[in-house]
T-cell receptor, first 115, second 111 residues
Framework: GAGVSQSPSNKVTEKGKDVELRCDPISGHTALYWYRQSLGQGLEFLIYFQGNSAPDKSGLPSDRFSAERTGGSVSTLTIQRTQQEDSAVYLC?????????????FGPGTRLLVL | SQKIEQNSEALNIQEGKTATLTCNYT??????LQWYRQDPGRGPVFLLL?????KEKRKERLKVTFDTTLKQSLFHITASQPADSATYLC??????????FGAGTTVTVRA
């Protein structure tokens, strides 16, 4: 594909509901990241997938957050029992590595609003 | 702990002037440093990369410097235009080879 795509672009949900966010990375990119960005804030790392290795989940804020990556391609981020503080933009990035250098390509994000 | 600090204040400049953004870091030994641009409602977009053995890198009206002794990178936008208005993020390679991003500096160029 031309770039990283994410869906939905916007999601409004009620507190306590579960949500699933989807990311389609650039074909051939083995690494995939999820970030969270609150209004006016920087990127908060959530989780990292690299090939078939175990994911780095060190950034997940609570056990309500989980993510999977199927077949080394599409990834879904699931937030269970959403809270108002989960409202943010969730960004996905896939990356390519040239030797030691990694460059990340970001999707447009999913804007999540928890009422 | 590893920390990346960018200009905390937003930058407002007149069209045609040079904008200079700062990225300072602690407890990193990066092999390279990157700058990204983020427009409202969009994901960041890669702009420039500078390696540890490079002092300066240019791309059109953009110039980046990298001082590994000072642990600092400067990002310059010369002959600035209103279309340059955006948030600019620096990113460094962590010890585990993943990128870590600064909080960004918002630049507004007035016509």
């Amino acid at each position: 594909g031309a770039g990283v795509s994410q869906s939905p672009s916007n999601k409004v949900t009620e507190k306590g509901k579960d949500v699933e966010l989807r990311c389609d990375p650039i074909s051939g990119h083995t690494a995939l990241y999820w970030y969270r960005q609150s209004l006016g804030q920087g990127l908060e790392f959530l989780i990292y997938f690299q090939g078939n290795s175990a994911p780095d989940k060190s950034g997940l804020p609570s056990d309500r957050f989980s993510a999977e990556r199927t077949g080394g391609s599409v990834s879904t981020l699931t937030i269970q029992r959403t809270q108002q503080e989960d409202s943010a933009v969730y960004l996905c990035a896939s990356s390519t590595r040239d030797g030691k250098v990694e460059t990340q390509y970001f999707g447009p994000g999913t804007r999540l609003l928890v009422l | 702990s590893q920390k990346i600090e960018q200009n905390s204040e937003a930058l407002n400049i007149q069209e045609g002037k040079t904008a200079t953004l700062t990225c300072n870091y602690t407890n990193y030994s990066p092999a390279y440093l990157q700058w990204y641009r983020q427009d409202p409602g969009r994901g960041p977009v890669f702009l420039l990369l500078i390696r540890e053995n490079e002092k300066e890198k240019r791309k059109e009206r953009l110039k980046v410097t990298f001082d590994t002794t000072l642990k600092q990178s400067l990002f310059h936008i010369t002959a600035s235009q209103p279309a340059d208005s955006a948030t600019y993020l620096c990113a460094l390679e962590r010890d585990d080879y993943k990128l870590s991003f600064g909080a960004g500096t918002t630049v507004t160029v007035r016509a």
